[in-house]
């Protein structure tokens, strides 16, 4: 899970509006902020919400270090009663949030923060910074798994990574969103992801013949041989000598797991390496393409009839190819009046896909018979939904300092995670120019959102 502990991974500014409510005595006031995505990323219409878990353990954890509280006095900005504030300062709001791995849509809350004032403000940059990433890694895998097929996909994107933390959450987020294993270690030793490898082509150089170095590989690894062909010529000398150490092999008792390409014509050469190891009996070698591949490029192979069975995807995954960010905002929806009683906020600009939506939420989705999503309802969460049959997203997470809900395991995760795509329509997950999906706001929060504009327009 996140190391992420100190609230001083912020920006300055959450600090000095801190500072001001501090010194105007209404940092306390009660408030509600929403976390959710203005728009889906890579063309699409669904986004994994991943994160969430790390986010909950970090409001968990959070604490202001003695080094952080004399960094922050060296800026000369602050008094020291406000200092001392932060030094003693925890999480003490509470949280209603999707689960981890939740399909979701723009506009919908799938973090929900309540608490005072001061403390759900300082939280903002953390929050997005723990989402945001992790849902755009996740939301890319669960793309490219669902037309490579999910038991099909390989992440090691590490050396490509923003970073050693962008490499190890890529590597989680990219295992939740479908993957079947990474080949980062460390994700492996900490998230007890299944790690998969190969060798390099280094490993062939090293030796004064491919054949040698196949043959040793072999010797090595006989039950967890996958040999990578291409480092001369992919068909006249990789092929050729994956097939004679098959061969030798077999005769041991053994058989040649597969044989990776990873440059060329990957259509090419994968029909006529499928050719020559069925003509060679070996027909239980796989073949494993690699090389710069996304949801795109696999979608190409595979409308072309190219017999790969498994995918190792990298640098387009772990980078989030295409939109290199995801448009996740953080949003005060209501605070406490001096009555005690909640006003309701929303922001209204002249950009009106910024404009946010007031009040405290909650996000009803709805099946079909046959148990696809049929639609998701934001209604204000006063005014309740009496839809038979939907659900209500956002369920309690933290709350008195505590996790409220059950831990669940990585891999069940990402079941989980497998089972709600597959429960998208389908016009809605296509690659190409996919549906919308219909998300409404209900009558009371359009009511309210109506009046809300009306008022502060004028």
């Known amino acids: 899970m996140s190391n992420l502990k100190s609230p001083i991974l912020t920006d300055l500014y959450e600090l000095t509006m801190m500072y001001v409510w501090f010194l105007s005595g209404t940092i306390n006031n009660q408030s509600c902020f929403d976390l959710f995505f203005r728009s889906c990323p890579f063309q699409g219409e669904y986004i994994i919400a991943a994160g969430i878990d790390d986010a909950l353990l970090f409001l968990r954890d959070a604490r202001f270090s003695k080094e952080d509280i004399a960094y922050i006095r060296s800026l000369h900005i602050f008094d020291d009663a406000f200092l001392a504030w932060l030094s003693d300062w925890r999480f003490d709001g509470s949280v209603h949030a999707v689960d981890e791995g939740t399909v979701v849509f723009p506009g919908g809350p799938v973090f929900r923060v309540r608490g005072p004032l001061g403390s759900c ?17 996740a939301t890319k895998a669960a793309r490219i798994c669902m037309i490579a097929g999910f038991d099909a996909v390989m992440e090691f994107g590490a050396r490509r990574a923003q970073g050693p933390d962008g490499a190890l959450s890529a590597s989680r987020a990219a ?16 998230f007890g992801i299944p790690v998969k490898g190969t060798h390099a082509h280094s490993y062939v150089m ?14 090595v690894f006989p039950n967890a041989t996958i040999l990578l062909v291409d480092t001369y010529d992919t068909i006249r000398s990789g092929m050729v000598h994956a097939i004679k150490v098959g061969h030798e092999m077999k005769k041991q008792g053994n058989t040649l797991a597969g044989v990776r390409l990873d440059s060329g014509d990957l259509l090419s050469l994968s029909k006529e ?42 640098t387009r995954l772990v980078t989030g190819h295409e939109s290199p960010a995801i448009a996740g905002v953080y949003k005060m929806s ?12 929303m922001k209204v600009t002249d950009h009106t896909d910024k404009t946010s939506l007031p009040g405290i939420k909650q996000v009803y989705r709805s099946f079909d018979t046959q148990g696809m999503m049929a639609g998701d309802c934001i209604e204000l969460e006063s005014a309740g939904f009496d839809t038979p049959g939907s659900v209500p997203l956002l369920t309690p997470a933290l709350y008195g300092g505590a996790i409220v809900r059950p831990e669940r395991a990585l891999p069940d995760i ?36 109506k009046k809300m504009m009306h008022e502060l327009s004028g």
């Open 334 to 345: 209501a605070i406490e009046h001096t009555t005690g009683t909640y006003e309701m906020r």
């Open 414 to 449: 990402r079941k989980y995670v497998i089972a709600s795509v597959q429960s998208i329509p389908a016009d809605v997950v296509r690659l190409m120019h996919p549906s919308r999906y219909p998300v409404s706001i209900g009558p009371a929060l359009t009511e309210t959102r």
């Open 273 to 314: 390496a499928r050719r020559m190891l069925d003509e060679a009996g070996l027909f239980e070698t796989k073949i494993v393409a690699s090389g710069d591949l996304d949801e795109y490029s696999i979608y190409a192979l595979k409308e072309q009839g190219a017999p790969i069975d498994i995918y190792g995807v990298g």
């Open 175 to 190: 295992y939740i969103g479908g993957c079947m294993g990474t080949s980062n270690m460390e994700a492996g030793k900490m």
């Open 121 to 137: 403000q300082l939280v903002e940059t953390a929050l997005l910074n723990c989402i945001n990433f992790s849902s755009l890694i």
């Open 206 to 219: 090293s030796y004064p013949s491919e054949l040698e170095s196949f043959r040793r590989y072999a010797e």
